[in-house]
């Protein structure tokens, strides 16, 4: 945590600080697991600052429109002097059994749950998904950021699980996330664009969403969603997700909450939310960012109710 007088950075580097003072205002938001009563509208649009395994009882059942799920994957890593150790398949896999169940408890009967994972660990979340959900799909997302590996290929994409409990009665608008294309071979018929618009900008198509995503940018020190938390998802990504699998004002519950990006983007697109996160200071950086999110609902790569490729509109966002 900063303090109270922050050190000096390039006036381009958005990335999120708070202060000590700021500190103490953001905690009185959090709410502790003993604070946790039946009463659903007590918790909704608030961040659950405590250990999962102790939260997870306590909440009502088949509460969550949508639920997402970012766990730690099987890898060393280190968040804020908590460690996670890699270790072998069927650890993991208990790991995940431990807790899955319990998620999938607050999933409404026709709700929809996203796993997101890395290559080492989706094997093991797509047994755990068949275990509680019926799989609709796995949707890789590309990542353009990447350590290089001298006797490796670079590992540059991740997983995203879609389940649900009812395949006969879920929510998706598939509406809601197609994509605007550059139309690089425009074709007509009598002389107007066939399935394309000609604009002063260039020629664009309006595509259905594949499981494919290449138009994702990693938060970096100059997007002002960015944080120093070290997975931290972006923004468009997670805004995918609500609009396709939420209505509304449904509510979305993310148990592993990090720095608070799906309440944030659950906020901007006028959902209810709920997230839990045992890090302390990880939940103050996710209330500053709903409190800048009053202000700003700007999503990066999301303009005018639709998601551009990647590196369009880049002095959108300032």
């Known amino acids: ?47 659950i600052c405590g250990d999962l395994f102790e939260v997870l009882d306590k909440l009502p059942a088949e509460i969550a429109d949508l639920i997402i799920i970012d766990p730690p994957y099987n890898l060393d ?4 002097g908590m460690s996670f150790k890699a270790c072998d398949n069927d650890t993991y896999l208990s790991y995940l059994r431990s807790w899955f169940p319990k998620v999938v408890r607050l999933l409404k009967k026709n709700g929809s749950l996203y796993l997101c994972g890395d290559w080492k660990s989706t094997a093991m979340m797509q047994k755990v998904m068949e275990e509680n959900l019926f799989v609709i799909n796995r949707i890789t997302w590309q990542r353009e950021k990447g350590r290089g590996a001298l006797s490796n290929w670079k590992n540059g994409m991740e997983d995203i699980w879609f389940g649900v409990k009812n395949k006969n009665d879920y929510y998706f608008d598939v509406e809601s996330v197609k994509m605007k294309r550059k139309v690089i071979a425009p074709y007509k018929i009598n002389g107007k664009p066939k399935d394309w618009e000609e604009t002063a900008n260039g020629n664009f198509r309006m595509t259905y969403p594949s499981n494919f995503w ?28 609500v609009l396709a699998s939420c209505p509304e004002g449904g509510l979305v519950f993310d148990p592993f909450l990090g ?12 959902r209810n939310y709920l997230g839990v996160e045992l890090s302390e200071e990880y939940a103050v950086w996710a209330e500053k960012r709903l409190g800048l999110a009053e202000k700003n609902s700007i999503i990066q790569g999301y303009v005018d109710g639709v998601f551009w490729e990647r590196n369009t509109f880049k002095n959108h966002y300032k």
């Open 1 to 47: 945590m900063e303090g109270t007088h922050l050190e000096k950075r390039s006036p381009r580097n958005k990335t999120l600080r708070v202060t000590n003072t700021e500190k103490d205002e953001y905690l009185k938001f959090l709410v502790c697991p003993n604070q946790i009563t039946g009463d659903v509208n007590s918790i909704v649009n608030r961040t």
């Open 77 to 80: 890593k280190t968040f804020k």
């Open 214 to 241: 290449d138009d994702i940018s990693i938060p970096y020190w100059s997007m002002s969603e960015n944080t120093d938390h070290p997975t931290q998802k972006p923004e468009k990504l997670i805004a995918k997700l």
């Open 259 to 270: 720095s608070g990006t799906t309440s944030v983007v659950a906020k901007k697109l006028n």
